[in-house]
């Protein structure tokens, strides 16, 4: 075996290997996010159907200075943003020197915070990476030429900052209180953001939604999945087929048992396939 050889099959080993050992939780973990990722997917075909657009072209445009757009109210019984924030909210004031938003992200033990003006409106987000981002240019000496990228001088004039109006990524994306939580959970996912400053209509904080707790409001326990089941087994089969099939669901995998003709079979699967919080369907209907 040469030396190109070698190096190849170390690689493949070192892909083989799992970077980190497998914990007890990591099975349910994975689940989670799978049916995490379903929900949001949901969310984003909803909103592109409501909106007639592509989901990234409704989000990549900001919200207008004035505030977001009126929202139709939701149907009963959705979770919203207010039911799953944080409140009191911890927030940056835009003068804040940039030492101090080190501290006050240090105490509150966030990644980022919202940064707000005299009047508590929300006008960007201030993180980490933003405060390690100047230390790191600034010990670095670099200094964009006459002729630099505008990028470069864009980071050279950021790093220059001493406050976190200086230093914050604006504007900021932020959810009204009354969005649902598949929205928020859309908007969150595709703006890449753990956390999400909330505001009202006039764009003063009010509170932050945390991803998790976004994920957690989303995903519906085994009864909900099982009731939806039961609800679609009722709307796509004909009386004789609903009383000889059994439904099972732990841990958002859902387990078919009976008789049924193949074709019903086949349709029941696609149809519970296509519920947001189904990990797996194990079909083990026999031919009636």
Known sequence: MNK??????????RRA?????????????????????????????AQARAEGQAPAEAAARPAPAAGPPPQPPPEAGIPLVRDVMDVPAASVPDDLPYR?????????????????????????????SDLLAKVA??????????????????????????????????????????????????LAALSRLKRLPVTDREGRLVGVVRRNALLQALIRDDAGIRAEVEARIEACCPPGDREAVAVAVHDGIVELTGR?????????????????????????????
């Open 4 to 13: 190109h050889e070698n190096f190849a099959a170390e690689a493949a080993a």
């Open 17 to 45: 290997l799992p970077s980190r050992r497998w914990s007890p939780g990591e099975t349910a973990r994975q689940d989670m996010l799978i049916r995490y990722l379903g929900a949001v997917a949901a969310a984003a075909a």
């Open 100 to 128: 101090e938003v080190a501290r006050l992200l240090a105490r509150e033990q966030v990644g980022a915070a919202p940064v707000v003006d005299a009047g508590d409106h929300v006008v960007g987000v201030v993180s980490e």
């Open 137 to 186: 240019f600034e010990a670095s000496g670099h200094r964009v030429g006459r002729i630099g990228r505008l990028r470069e001088r864009r980071l050279e004039g950021k790093a220059r900052g001493e406050t976190a109006a200086d230093l914050m990524t604006s504007p900021a994306i932020t959810v009204l209180p009354g969005a649902t939580v598949a929205e928020a959970a859309w």
């Open 260 to 288: 049924m003709p193949p074709a019903g079979s086949a349709r029941l699967v696609a149809e519970v396939e296509n519920i947001a919080d189904v990990v797996e369907v194990k079909n083990l209907l026999t031919a009636a």
